[in-house]
């Protein structure tokens, strides 16, 4: 077998746990175009408190995101996935036995403390070799935006024909089934590995929060998911006064994606092969800009607010496929997971904030004043994204180590000396090397003949 291509047991792993997430992902997803509209109904609920029914799910997920990615190395990975899941399908049941929005928002807070994308990151690591980790979680990272797409086509479907409850017991069973494949399909790991790409690093949080490119891009993480939550606080509401019923919501987001998939690709090419990923980060910011500007003027005109919403996710998509990567090319070699596991829970710090803002100023000054909010916030990004540089166009890679290479303490001077290495860093505990390189002029298969020959 060629060492590039997949054993079994690392597809049936790559497979196996980008279905869980993908499960996972799909649940949280499908509540958010239809909260608005059919949550109205439920006893006491009020704008203000859809917004936090929405929000407070980012918020417990940012608070256990990381504590849960670190307590799996202790725990173990499936045991703990598995306990995510069983605490995500409890909120799920919670919020679908309710007649009450504050039991919907309880449910909510239930699912989102069942954080456990750390954790499958985590056991993708232990489950793949090296050459095959990138492929690896390419797959996740591509199973997430399809599932964002697909949810905001279902849950409208499903909520419309049989209930907002129904939607909540259709996750919980679609829980219990990622429990299962967890259990079932998902192979369990020998030993556990140490990959500081995609674990976080104990007493390492300091060091990644003072670096100012990843703190920037943090921010714009945060102000994305902002954006986005609070602007579905009110879309819903909008285009159905607009003239458009809510069983009919499911129509603009199917059009709206399957554009923006197919517009998106191409300009993710161009930033990486051209290397101008600060110019179309920026552009997307004020495409983000252009759209909430136009949902604000569209009043009840239905193509305008259409039309708002396809700028709107032709840069959010962009945006979610090159920040994750921006994040990988900046954060310092051997913290790329520590640097990850900050952006994750600054993401969804900003679900947090975008669904309480919007609700809030919803509630207290309608839809046109919460476009007007992230229309000011989209020119704070912008300030912000103006000030950053264009980043070095390396890739992460982690080289395992003989015992005879760690005890060669010349070995991280010999790795930097290769053309196209940015940084290196040898950790001998974990008989690794972490290297920053250009692919163009570098690549794995090298380093690991240098290091061979240590």
Not at 70 to 84: A, C, N
Not at 278 to 287: A, D, H, L, T
Not at 381 to 406: F, G, H, K, N
């Amino acid at each position: 077998m060629n060492d590039n291509q997949m054993t079994p047991q690392e597809s049936r792993a790559t497979w196996g746990l980008g279905t869980v997430f993908s499960l996972r992902m799909l649940g949280m997803f499908m509540v958010l175009p239809v909260l608005t509209t059919y949550g109205m109904k439920l006893s006491g609920a009020s704008e203000t408190l859809i917004g936090i029914a929405i929000g407070i799910y980012g918020l417990a997920q940012a608070v256990f995101q990381i504590p849960f990615g670190l307590l799996s190395d202790r725990v173990g990975r499936k045991p703990l996935i598995v306990f995510g899941l069983v605490i995500f399908c409890i909120g799920s049941v919670v919020a679908a036995s309710t007649e009450s929005i504050w039991g919907v928002i309880i449910g909510r807070a239930l699912q989102g403390s069942g954080a456990i994308a750390a954790a499958v990151m985590a056991l993708l690591s232990d489950l793949t070799r090296e050459q095959n980790r990138t492929k690896a979680m390419a797959f996740i990272g591509i199973s997430f935006g399809i599932t964002f797409a697909i949810a905001m086509v279902l849950g409208p479907i499903i909520t419309h024909a049989w209930g907002l409850h129904a939607l909540f017991w259709a996750i919980a069973v679609l829980t219990i089934l990622g429990i299962v494949i967890t259990l079932a399909v998902v192979p369990s790991p020998a030993t556990h590995i140490l990959n500081r790409e995609s674990s976080m690093v104990k007493g390492s949080f300091g060091k990644v929060m003072a670096n100012p490119k990843l703190l920037k891009l943090n921010f714009g993480i945060l102000c994305l998911h902002i954006l986005l939550m609070s602007s579905f606080v009110v879309l819903p509401q909008v285009m159905e006064h607009a003239g458009f019923p809510p069983s009919e919501h499911w129509r603009v987001y199917l059009i709206t994606m399957l554009t923006s998939f197919v517009a998106v690709i191409p300009v993710i090419i161009y930033a990486e092969k051209k290397r101008h990923m600060k110019q179309v980060f920026m552009g997307c910011v004020v495409v983000l800009l252009l759209a909430e500007i136009v949902l604000w003027a569209a009043g009840l005109h239905l193509w305008a607010v259409i039309a708002g919403i396809q700028l709107f996710f032709l840069a959010f998509n962009v945006m979610e496929a090159i920040l994750p990567s921006l994040i990988s090319k900046e954060s310092p070699a051997g913290y790329k997971g520590t640097a990850m596991g900050l952006y994750s829970t600054s993401q969804f710090i900003g679900v947090a904030i975008g669904g309480s803002l919007g609700g809030y100023v919803y509630g207290h000054a309608g839809a046109g004043a919460v476009f007007l909010v992230c229309a000011a916030l989209a020119v704070v990004w912008l300030l912000v994204s103006a000030t950053m540089t264009e980043p070095p166009y390396v890739s992460s890679l982690r080289i395992t180590l003989s015992e005879l290479a760690v005890k060669d303490s010349a070995l991280q001077a010999r790795i930097l000396a290769q053309p196209g290495v940015a940084e290196a860093v040898v950790v001998p505990e974990e008989f690794s090397a972490y290297v920053k390189v250009d692919t163009k002029q570098t690549n794995r298969k090298a380093l690991e003949q240098l290091v061979s020959l240590a």
